[in-house]
C-alpha cells in the first residue's frame, strides 16, 4: 500500500504530505487495516534502562509531535515509538516553508522548530490511546522558543512532571539546530547544571509516583571530539540513563549539488549516517558501559540499523528511511538485527 501511495505523497508538498500521510495512517488503524501497511516482525527482546522492548527498532521523534497517532504507529509493528518534542507551552515553530526533501540523496531538511500543541494537549492526546500490544513510549521534551537558556531548566522540570507518570521513558531534547541557541546547553558546564536538575527532579518523581522513569538525553552529530569528551564525563558523571545519538546535522556534506543546499535547518537520511554513527561510536568508547545507547540518523536499511548496533546501539530508530522506504523498513531492521545477534551467538556463521 505503501509503494502506490508515495508518487502521490511525494509529488504534494512536504508538510502537506506529512499532515495527509499520517492522516491516512490513522484511518487504516481505525479500520483494521494496518496489517496492510506492514507485516509485524517476530519478536526480538531487548532490554535496556530497565525496560524490555518487544524489539529494538524504535521510531525517532519529530513524526508525532503531540501524540495524535500513537496507536497507529504502534500498530506498525515498531517496539517503542518517541513522541514530541513537546514544549511547555503551545508554539507554532518557525515559519513555513519549513521542510525539504532531497530526492536523490535520500534526505530531508527541516527547520520546524518545536512546533507543538504544547505539554497540557501531549498528556490528553496520550490518556486517550489504547496502547494496545507491548510497544513502548518515550516522550521526547524540550523548551520554548521565548525561553532563555538560563531559564531552560525550568521549562524541562515543567515538561518531565507532566509527561512522567505515562512515559516508559524521556528523551532530553537539547540537541535540535532550529530552536536558536538551543545546542548552547550541550558545552559542559550549561549540561552537567539541566542534567543534575533533572535528575534530581527524576528521583523526587519516583518517589511520588512509585516508579523510576528512565531519562535520557539526545546529542547533537555535529560536536567536536574535545565537546564529545565532555559531555561523555558529565553524562558518565551524573549517571544518565541513557543517550540518543543523534539528532540532525547542520552539515551539508553529501548533499553538496542539492538545489536545497542554502536552506536553513537540520539534514537527515542516507548522507547522515556515517556522521551520526561515528559520534554514537566515540561516545560510547567514553561512556560508562552501564549507560545503553539509542542509534539514529540515516538508518535507511537493515544494514545500517545493524552497523548503528555495532557501533554500541543497543536500540535504533529511524524516521527519514521511514519517509523513503515505507513501514517494510521496520521488519527489515528487525530482521538484520536478529541476524547479527545469532551471529554474535554462534546460531548462523558470521558473514
Not at 546501539?313 to 522506504?325: C, F, H, N, S
Request: charged letters at 25%; hydrophobic letters at 40%; a positive charge.
Amino acid at each position: 500500500m505503501y509503494a502506490f501511495s508515495r508518487p502521490l505523497l511525494f509529488w504534494l508538498d512536504p508538510e502537506r504530505a506529512h499532515g495527509l500521510g499520517l492522516a491516512g495512517l490513522q484511518a487504516a488503524h481505525r479500520c483494521g487495516l494496518s496489517s496492510l501497511l506492514a507485516t509485524p516482525p517476530k519478536p526480538l527482546p531487548t532490554k535496556a534502562f530497565g525496560l524490555t522492548f518487544p524489539n529494538p527498532v524504535g521510531l525517532a521523534a519529530g513524526l508525532d509531535k503531540d501524540g495524535v497517532h500513537i496507536d497507529a504507529l504502534m500498530a506498525l509493528g515498531f517496539g517503542f515509538i518517541e513522541i514530541g518534542t513537546v514544549t511547555p507551552k503551545p508554539q507554532p515553530g518557525n515559519e513555513r516553508p519549513r521542510l525539504f526533501r532531497l530526492e536523490r540523496e535520500r534526505a530531508i531538511i527541516n527547520r520546524m522548530g518545536f512546533n507543538s500543541g504544547g505539554v497540557e494537549t501531549l498528556v490528553r492526546n496520550v490518556e486517550r490511546a489504547k496502547r494496545r500490544g507491548d510497544a513502548l513510549l518515550g516522550i521526547n521534551i524540550g523548551r520554548n522558543k521565548s525561553t532563555p537558556n538560563k531559564e531552560a531548566a525550568g521549562d524541562y522540570v515543567h515538561c518531565l512532571r507532566h509527561v512522567y507518570p505515562l512515559a516508559d521513558y524521556v528523551a532530553v531534547n537539547i540537541s535540535s539546530p532550529n530552536t536558536a541557541g538551543l545546542r548552547e546547553l550541550q558545552e559542559e558546564q550549561a549540561l552537567r547544571q539541566l542534567v543534575g536538575t533533572l535528575r534530581d527532579e527524576q528521583e523526587r518523581l519516583a518517589g511520588i509516583h512509585g516508579k523510576r522513569v528512565p531519562v535520557l538525553v539526545k546529542i547533537a552529530p555535529d560536536l567536536s571530539e574535545t565537546d564529545i569528551d565532555a559531555a561523555a564525563r558529565v553524562l558518565g558523571d551524573l549517571k544518565v540513563d541513557g543517550v540518543i545519538a543523534t539528532n540532525t546535522t547542520v552539515s551539508r556534506e553529501g548533499v553538496e549539488d542539492s538545489r536545497h543546499i542554502d536552506e536553513a535547518g537540520g539534514l537527515s537520511g542516507a548522507p547522515l549516517l556515517s556522521l551520526a554513527t561515528a559520534t554514537l561510536r566515540m561516545l560510547r568508547t567514553r561512556l560508562p558501559d552501564e549507560i545503553p545507547m539509542i542509534g539514529v540518523g540515516g538508518i535507511m536499511h537493515g544494514a545500517d540499523a545493524a552497523t548503528k548496533q555495532a557501533a554500541g546501539a543497543v536500540l535504533v530508530q529511524t524516521y527519514t528511511g521511514l519517509i523513503y522506504r515505507g513501514p517494510a523498513l521496520i521488519e527489515e531492521c528487525v530482521a538484520a538485527l536478529r541476524r547479527r545477534k545469532e551471529a554474535r551467538s554462534g546460531a548462523l556463521p558470521l558473514e
